[in-house]
C-alpha cells in the first residue's frame, strides 16, 4: 500500500468519524419562496467550508410567515437561524427575548454601516440582533435609450427635471409611469422626491430625536414637491395601480418611474432588453445636496431557543461575511448589506454608489413604523387624497401628525 | 332504566343522525364564533392575549380617532352600498322580472343572461371589471374613445366620488340575477285570475302591476330586501380585490368588513403592521348586533305581511 493511499484512508476515516459524532443540521425559516435556488447555492458554498453543519432552508408564504414564526418563537419552538423582518417588524420579537443579541458575538457585524444596522436594532437596548441582507433604496428609474434617443441628461436642477418631462411629454409619452391608486405606490413616490426637500438624514435625526415633528415646514415642503410633479404623471393617475406603473415603464411609456432598486429583478423579467438608469431627484440648484432614501429589507437572527447556538453562530458569521455578501448582489441582483461588496449589474451599481453618498433612512418605514397608526399608513392614504385633490398638504400635515403623536414617544 | 331504554329506541337515530352535524357546527360556527366574541374584551399583545380589558376595546372603536372615524365612515359605506343595491334591484330588478314573467320569446335566453353574471365568483367579477375599468387600456376606456367620448374616461375606481358607486354599481351587475329570480317565481305563483279580473274591470297594464302584483310582491322584496342587507353589510371580497384591504382611494371604499380585515390581519400593503386582535373582534361583534338587529326587525315585519292564495 502507496504512502499516499494509506494518507488518504486515514484521513477519510477521521472525517466520517468528525462528522459522524459532530454533524449538526440547523433549520432556516424565511419568506422568501422565490429565492430558494439562490438560498441551496449559498448554503452549499457555505456547507463547502464547514462540513460537519447542514441547514436546511423552508420558506413559508410570505404573506403568512410573520404570524407562522413569531406562533412558533412564542410557543419555544421554531428554527434554529430566522429570517426576520426589519424595524417594527423584528423588534418585538427582540423585546419579547426571542432571538439572540450579536453585537459583541458576531466580529463582522462593527464593519457594518450604524444606519443599515438601525434595521435589526431593538431600540429598548440599543442590541443588533440580526445580520442584515439586503438593501434598497428608492430614486427616479429612467429609461436610458429613451434619454439618448431624445437627447436627455440625467437633470441636475429641479427645472431641468420639469423641463426632462416635458420634453418627454412632447415626446408621446408619459414623463412618469406613477399612478396613485394604490396607497402605498404614493410612500414610494415620496420617498423619491421628499428627502431633497425636507433636507434628508439632518431632518430624519431630528425628527426621530423629537426635536421636530411633521408640522416643520421642511416636511411640507417635500409634500408640496410631490404634488407639483401631478402633470407628469400618467394620464388619469388617480386611476394607475402599481402592475400598471411598471407595464408602463417596462414597455417604455413612460420615460421615469419613482420606484425602488427592487424593480430592476422585476423589469429584467418585464423587458430584459430595457437599460435603466438612476438619479436622485434634485434640488432648486445643482448646489444643495440632493438625497434619495433607503432602508433595510430584514435580516437574518439566532432562535434563542435554539439548542444549537455554537453552530448558528457559526453560519451567521458567514452570512455576515464578504464572501457571501458578494454571492447574494449577484445571485439575487439586490444590493448587500454587507459593507465592501460590488454589484456586476451597471444599473445596480449605480444604486449603490448613490446610496453610499446621498443616502438617508427611508423616513416613515425605518422610524415611524413602530405603532399604529403608523407613519407609513397616515402617508399613504392622507397624500392619495392629496394627489387627488381631495385634501389639502396643510391638511395632511395635520392628520400624519396626529396619527403618529398618538403612539410615538418623542411627540408627546 | 327502562325509561331511558324506551326513550333511546324512540329516538337513538334521531341522536345519531344530528350529532355529526351538531359536532361540525359546534366546532366551525359556535365554537367561533364565541371565542371571537370573547376576543373582544381581552387586550391583545399581537396574537398573544393578555389581561380582560372590559368594553376598552368597544371605547376605542367607538371614540378614539383614526378608529372612530373609520367606523363611522365604514357604516356610512356600507349604508350606501344597502340603499343603491335596494334601489336597483327593486326598480330595474322587478322591471326585468315582470318582463320575463310575460314569457316572450327568448325568455330562457334572457333568464340564463340574467343569472349568469351570480354564478361568477365575486372574486372574479372584481378582477374582470378592475381590468375593465383600467383608465389606461381598459375595454370601458378604449370603447368610449373609439366613438368619440374620449372625454368621458375616468379613473372611476381612483377617485374618491366614484369609486364607492362603481363598486356598487359592479356588485349589483353580479348580484341582479338573484333579486330576478326570486321575483321572477313570485310573480309566476300569482294566480293568473287575479289579472284577469283586474282586466275584465278595465285596468291598465299599469295599475295592474300596482294594484295586483306589487301588493302580492311585497313579502317578497322584504325578504330579498334583508337578504340584500346581510350581504351587503358583510361585503368584502369586491373591495378587497379591486381596492385592496386599505378601501383605497384614502379609504372612500372602506366597508366595515375590510376595516375589520386591516385592523386583524395588519394591512399586508404598508408592510408589516401587526394585527390588533381585540379591536378588530370589537368591530365584528358591532357588526353582528347591526346585522342581527335590522335583519329580526326585518323578518318579524316580513312575517307580519305574509300572504297566502
Given amino acids: ?412 | 332504566m327502562r325509561d331511558v331504554r324506551s326513550w333511546w329506541g324512540k329516538h337513538g337515530h334521531l341522536v345519531l343522525f344530528l350529532t355529526p352535524a351538531l359536532v361540525i357546527y359546534g366546532m366551525f360556527m359556535a365554537y367561533p364564533l364565541i371565542s371571537s366574541l370573547t376576543y373582544s374584551v381581552y387586550e391583545w399583545d399581537g396574537y398573544l392575549r393578555r389581561g380582560f380589558n372590559g368594553l376598552d376595546n368597544f371605547v376605542t372603536v367607538l371614540t378614539r380617532w383614526p378608529y372612530n372615524e373609520r367606523f363611522w365612515g365604514a357604516i356610512s359605506h356600507n349604508a350606501l352600498f344597502f340603499v343603491l343595491t335596494f334601489a336597483i334591484q327593486t326598480t330595474l330588478g322587478l322591471f326585468v322580472a315582470v318582463l320575463l314573467a310575460r314569457k316572450w320569446r327568448g325568455f330562457a335566453f334572457f333568464q340564463a343572461a340574467y343569472f349568469l353574471p351570480h354564478t361568477l365568483s365575486l372574486v372574479v367579477v372584481g378582477f374582470l371589471w378592475r381590468m375593465l375599468l383600467n383608465p389606461t387600456w381598459g375595454a370601458v376606456g378604449q370603447g368610449l374613445r373609439r366613438v368619440g367620448l374620449g372625454d368621458w374616461v375616468q379613473p372611476w375606481l381612483g377617485q374618491s366620488d366614484t369609486a364607492l358607486v362603481t363598486i356598487i354599481l359592479v356588485n349589483a351587475w353580479a348580484w341582479l340575477g338573484f333579486p330576478i329570480l326570486v321575483y321572477l317565481a313570485a310573480v309566476q305563483a300569482i294566480p293568473r285570475e287575479f289579472h284577469e279580473a283586474a282586466v275584465v274591470d278595465g285596468a291598465s297594464p299599469w295599475q295592474d302591476f300596482r294594484h295586483v302584483t306589487l301588493p302580492l310582491l311585497l313579502p317578497t322584496i322584504a325578504m330579498v330586501t334583508i337578504l340584500t342587507f346581510i350581504w351587503d353589510f358583510n361585503a368584502f371580497e369586491l373591495v378587497f380585490v379591486m381596492q385592496g384591504a386599505s378601501g383605497s382611494p384614502s379609504y372612500a371604499t372602506d366597508l366595515l368588513a375590510t376595516f375589520f380585515y386591516r385592523t386583524a390581519f395588519g394591512d399586508p400593503t404598508t408592510g408589516g403592521e401587526p394585527g390588533q386582535i381585540g379591536i378588530a373582534a370589537a368591530i365584528g361583534v358591532l357588526m353582528l348586533i347591526i346585522i342581527g338587529f335590522v335583519s329580526a326587525f326585518g323578518v318579524r315585519f316580513t312575517q307580519r305581511s305574509q300572504t297566502e292564495y
Avoid: C
Wanted: glycine share 10%; hydrophobic share 45%.
Fill in chain 1, 1 to 412: 500500500m502507496s504512502r499516499t493511499v494509506r494518507a488518504l484512508i486515514v484521513s477519510l476515516v477521521f472525517a466520517f468519524a468528525a462528522s459522524a459524532l459532530a454533524q449538526t443540521t440547523l433549520s432556516f425559516w424565511s419568506w422568501r419562496t422565490e429565492d430558494v435556488a439562490a438560498y441551496e447555492k449559498f448554503i452549499a458554498a457555505f456547507h463547502a467550508d464547514n462540513p460537519d453543519i447542514d441547514v436546511t432552508f423552508t420558506p413559508y408564504l410570505n404573506t403568512e410567515y410573520n404570524t407562522i414564526l413569531s406562533t412558533a418563537l412564542q410557543g419555544g419552538g421554531g428554527p434554529d437561524i430566522v429570517h426576520l423582518r426589519a424595524y417594527g417588524g423584528m423588534e418585538s420579537l427582540a423585546q419579547a427575548g426571542l432571538l439572540v443579541r450579536l453585537d459583541g458575538q458576531v466580529a463582522a457585524l462593527e464593519g457594518f454601516d450604524p444606519g443599515v444596522l438601525l434595521g435589526a436594532t431593538n431600540r429598548a437596548d440599543g442590541g443588533v440582533y440580526g445580520v442584515p441582507f439586503a438593501l434598497q433604496t428608492v430614486q427616479v428609474l429612467y429609461n436610458v435609450d429613451m434619454f439618448e434617443r431624445l437627447g436627455l441628461e440625467e437633470p441636475t436642477t429641479w427645472a431641468e427635471l420639469l423641463a426632462v418631462g416635458d420634453a418627454l411629454k412632447a415626446s408621446g409619452v408619459y414623463a412618469f409611469a406613477n399612478g396613485t391608486k394604490d396607497g402605498w405606490t404614493n410612500e414610494t413616490l415620496f420617498g423619491a422626491v421628499g428627502p431633497t426637500f425636507y433636507g434628508g438624514t439632518p431632518f430624519f435625526q431630528e425628527i426621530t430625536a423629537g426635536e421636530t415633528d411633521f408640522t416643520d415646514p421642511r416636511f411640507a415642503a417635500a409634500l408640496e414637491r410631490m404634488v407639483a410633479l401631478r402633470p407628469y404623471l400618467a394620464d388619469n393617475y388617480t386611476g394607475v395601480g402599481y402592475t400598471d406603473m411598471q407595464t408602463l415603464f417596462a414597455f417604455e411609456q413612460a420615460g421615469m418611474f419613482a420606484a425602488g432598486s427592487y424593480e430592476l429583478g422585476n423589469m429584467a423579467q418585464l423587458n430584459p432588453d430595457l437599460r435603466i438608469g438612476s438619479f436622485a431627484v434634485p434640488a432648486d440648484d445643482a448646489a444643495t445636496p440632493s438625497a434619495i432614501s433607503f432602508y433595510v429589507d430584514g435580516s437574518y437572527g439566532i432562535n434563542a431557543n435554539s439548542p444549537h447556538q455554537e453552530a448558528a453562530l457559526r453560519f451567521i458569521e458567514f452570512l455576515a461575511s464578504q464572501e457571501f455578501g458578494q454571492m447574494f448582489t449577484d445571485e439575487l441582483q439586490q444590493i448587500s448589506a454587507v459593507p465592501g461588496t460590488q454589484p456586476t449589474s451597471e444599473a445596480l451599481a449605480g444604486m449603490v454608489e448613490m446610496m453610499n453618498e446621498q443616502g438617508t433612512p427611508y423616513l416613515m418605514l425605518t422610524a415611524f413604523r413602530f405603532g399604529q397608526p403608523s407613519g407609513s399608513t397616515l402617508l399613504q392614504n392622507e397624500m392619495q387624497a392629496v394627489m387627488a385633490g381631495d385634501k389639502t398638504v396643510a391638511d395632511a400635515v395635520t392628520n400624519i401628525q396626529r396619527g403618529v403623536a398618538e403612539w410615538f414617544e418623542g411627540f408627546q
